[in-house]
């Protein structure tokens, strides 16, 4: 083979490896945006075959398959957790509001979330026995999930998402959605709104009222 002729098929494999690898990105990026769409698609439609907020398949601290079924009737206060947030001594409120409220019929319920500064970084087990020892925490805690993005778990679809009476992104940890007896949301608290601050206290008994 003369030099030319090699100089000449250099440059076909060199022209033949950039279009494969060109090829390839252009599939991945392909995927990852159908990826995407198909998640926007699936969620709601999840939504919607569950029905109700209670018929929305979860999976509590133990990762045990679970609903929120068993709270049919009862008042919930839906937080999204962290255990290394500034914002993370709420859970003393949130538990100290659960005792008083708890023989009424509020039931509060925690789901962990890492989306925020990552500051959720524990397993179940670790969350679990730090909500235990530091706080006494004795309501419903729940496997840890996403709030925001693509991958919204469907409860927060039905919580923030565009068919909710108030959508929009949840912006931090302990974000608080007040679930009425039947089922609707009542009210959304944002973060810095305390469990025990006037405003949430009183939806709490108004809603706790309400037959």
């Known amino acids: 083979m003369t030099a030319e002729k090699a100089r000449g098929k250099s440059r076909i494999e ?4 950039r279009l494969t690898t060109v090829s390839h990105l252009l599939i991945l990026r392909h995927m990852k945006a159908l990826s995407l769409t198909l998640g926007l698609l699936i969620m709601p439609a999840m939504l919607a075959l569950a029905g109700s907020i209670y018929d929305i398949p979860v999976k ?10 068993a709270y049919k009737g009862k008042v919930l206060l839906v ?5 290394k947030c500034g914002l993370t001594p709420q859970y003393k409120t949130l538990e100290s509001t659960y ?5 009424k019929g509020l039931v509060i319920v925690g789901f962990p979330c890492n989306q925020f500064a990552s500051q959720e970084p524990g397993t179940n087990e670790e969350i679990k026995q730090f909500c235990s020892s530091k706080y006494n925490v004795t309501f419903p805690l729940f496997d840890k999930i996403e709030v925001n ?3 919204r ?7 923030a998402g565009k068919d909710s009476p108030y959508p929009g992104d949840i912006k931090w940890n302990f974000g608080k959605f007040l679930i009425g007896r039947d089922g609707k949301i009542i009210k959304r608290f944002e973060p810095k709104t305390t469990p025990d601050s006037p ?3 009183q939806a709490i008994e108004a809603a706790l009222a309400a037959k």
């Open 149 to 151: 993005g693509p991958n």
């Open 79 to 83: 937080v999204n957790v962290a255990s």
């Open 199 to 201: 405003e949430v206290t």
């Open 153 to 159: 778990h469907p409860l927060y679809v039905a919580l």
């Open 99 to 103: 005792e008083k409220f708890k023989d």
């Open 14 to 17: 060199w022209c033949f490896e």
């Open 60 to 69: 509590d601290i133990d990762g045990k398959e679970t609903s929120l079924g």
